[in-house]
Antibody, heavy 120, light 106 residues
C-alpha cells in the first residue's frame, strides 16, 4: 500500500522555524516529484511547492507566499521529503500535506497532514 | 498565476440527486485539470485527472468534462458518502492553483 506520513508539526512563535517530514512507503520514492500543500483552518487548499526527482535535477519550485522562507528537500535513501520553514508568520498556520505529483500530473497520493500553528 | 473559479461555493442536495459543479480557469489549461474530494478532518482524495479520467477505485457515478477554460464535475446519483467539499486544480503551470471549493451538503 502506498502511504505518505507527515510529522513535525506543532506550535511555534512568529519568526521561528520548524521542519516537517514526510515518510513515503509502498512506492519508488526516487522516481517521483513530491509536493507540499497547505490548508489554513476553515479555508481552501494552497500549493506550497515542489521538488522534482533526480532525473530532473531535484529542481524546486515555490509559491510566492513562501519563496525565500521555506525550503523543500528530499533524501531518496530514506524515502523522505522535508519542508524547512523559517521566518514563520501567523498566516502560515495550516495543516500541511505532502503529496505525490509529477510533470503535468495531478497530486494523486496525499498524506494525512500535520498541523502547524504560528502564534505567540 | 492561473486563477481557478468554482461555482457554486456550496449546494444542498438529496441522496439520488444529480449534482454538477463547474470550474473556470482564467486562461486555457488544455485538459490539465484535476478534481479532489475532501471530507472533514481528512486529506483530499484524487477523483479525476486530465479533466475526465477517473482515478482507480473511484465510482463511475463521478464524471468530468471540459477542456480549455471550462470544466464540470458531475455526480450522477448522489450517495450519502459523497457529502464533502470538492476542489478543482490546474497543473499546467506553476504555481499549481486550486479552486475555492464547493461544499456539497444535505
Amino acid at each position: 500500500e502506498v502511504q505518505l506520513v507527515e510529522s513535525g508539526g506543532g506550535l511555534v512563535q512568529p519568526g521561528g522555524s520548524l521542519r516537517l517530514s514526510c515518510a513515503a512507503s509502498g512506492l519508488t520514492f526516487s522516481d517521483h516529484y513530491m509536493d507540499w500543500v497547505r490548508q489554513a483552518p476553515g479555508k481552501g487548499l494552497e500549493w506550497v511547492g515542489r521538488t522534482r526527482n533526480k532525473a530532473n535535477s531535484y529542481i524546486t519550485v515555490y509559491a510566492a507566499s513562501v519563496k525565500g522562507r521555506f525550503t523543500i528537500s528530499r533524501d531518496d535513501s530514506k524515502n523522505s521529503l522535508y519542508l524547512q520553514m523559517n521566518s514563520l508568520k501567523t498566516e502560515d498556520t495550516a495543516v500541511y500535506y505532502c503529496a505525490r505529483g509529477g510533470s503535468y500530473s495531478p497530486l494523486d497520493i496525499w498524506g494525512q497532514g500535520t498541523m502547524v500553528t504560528v502564534s505567540s | 498565476d492561473i486563477q481557478m473559479t468554482q461555482s457554486p461555493s456550496s449546494l444542498s442536495a438529496s441522496v439520488g440527486d444529480r449534482v454538477t459543479i463547474t470550474c473556470r480557469a482564467s486562461q486555457s489549461i488544455s485538459s490539465r485539470l484535476a478534481w479532489y474530494q475532501q471530507k472533514p478532518e481528512k486529506a483530499p482524495k484524487s477523483l479525476i485527472y486530465a479533466a475526465s479520467s477517473l482515478q482507480s477505485g473511484v465510482p463511475s457515478r463521478f464524471s468530468g468534462s471540459g477542456s480549455g477554460t471550462d470544466f464540470t464535475l458531475t455526480i450522477s446519483s448522489l450517495q450519502p458518502e459523497d457529502f464533502a467539499t470538492y476542489y478543482c486544480q490546474q497543473y499546467t503551470d506553476y504555481p499549481l492553483t486550486f479552486g475555492g471549493g464547493t461544499k456539497v451538503e444535505i
